[in-house]
């Protein structure tokens, strides 16, 4: 069957498919009668679809995340499209096929690999033969990289779909190194451990895999991350790769070495505010720092832009070139 896309939806329209629940909510009429306002939502946008002479509160089963069949028709009130729905919303099982459903946002398969392979080749700026192994005995671990290619960098805000995590903490690389090389100009005559840095990247954020989760209803936050969040967990994850190294290779880190990348990943938000246990002691921390903040506020920034910027408005601008809309970028 072939399925209709929400923002394709037009007045006249009256469909009958599986559709993805955002969220449930019951209100009441002028009259004191109760009716519910069901949120859909897909790929290509949301909706809210009024269904008159029906209370949801009777529906327990009937909440955000699951997948109804429901006949929807859309009307005209007020010069606006106005979704109403006179069935009763059948609960379905989770469709074979998703594609309808994820978001746009999110990266696919072949992006999700493209930046997991970029992200890897950095590796080579790692030489110290146990360091190799510490970042092997979690990055090589069977399956890792799968569920690392596809874990979101957050729950809410940005990164928040498939293949966030990897996009996020390529870019906090290209930031990083692109630093190194701008400090290396310095006058000052700056000496970075760039294997530090990089070693630094790849594990401040690797926590996140664990700490959030992400499905066909979007991104959430685990169990884990609810009680540990994803800082705390990401340095348990690299002191127990250090243990484990230390056993098989039958020597002990270098201890300053060790709690130099321990504290990069502690004090990578770089404030107590922020979550940050300790502050940046180092320049390679705050390199990581500086490098991991600068993706997070332009990021934020960029996606919400591309949610608020209309199809094509009247100057006739495409959605996506938000340096050239003067009215968003003074907005």
Partial sequence: MTYNKIANLAIGNKVDQVWLVDSVAVRKTKAGKPFTIMALKDASGTIDVKLWDFNAEDYPELKGGIFVTLEVQIEEY???????????????????????????????????????????????????????????????????????????????????????????????????????????????????????????????????????TVDSTGAGTSRLGHMIQHLPHSYSISDRAFDKVEVVVGRKFDPEVRDHINHIILAHHGVLEYGSPVKPMSLEAQLVHQADMADSVLTNWMEAVVKAVPSRDEEGIAPGNYFTNKRLYHR
Wanted: glycine share 6%.
């Fill in 78 to 212: 007020q010069e606006q499209k106005n979704a109403v729905s006179r069935r009763t919303p059948m609960v379905v099982s989770t469709p074979k096929d998703l594609t309808p459903y994820e978001s746009e946002m999110g990266l696919s398969l072949k992006e999700q690999q493209e930046a997991y392979d970029q992200l890897m080749s950095f590796r080579k700026h790692i030489k110290t033969p146990m360091l190799k192994e510490y970042i092997a005995e979690v990055f090589d671990a069977p399956g890792f990289d799968q569920r690392f290619m596809q874990a979101p960098a957050s729950a809410t805000n940005r990164g928040a779909f498939r293949g966030g995590l990897v996009e996020h903490i390529r870019r906090v690389m290209i930031n990083a190194m692109n630093l190194c090389d701008c400090l290396e100009l310095s006058k000052t005559k700056t000496t970075i451990n760039r294997e530090l840095v990089v070693v630094g990247v790849l594990m401040h954020d690797v926590g996140k895999v664990e700490s959030y």
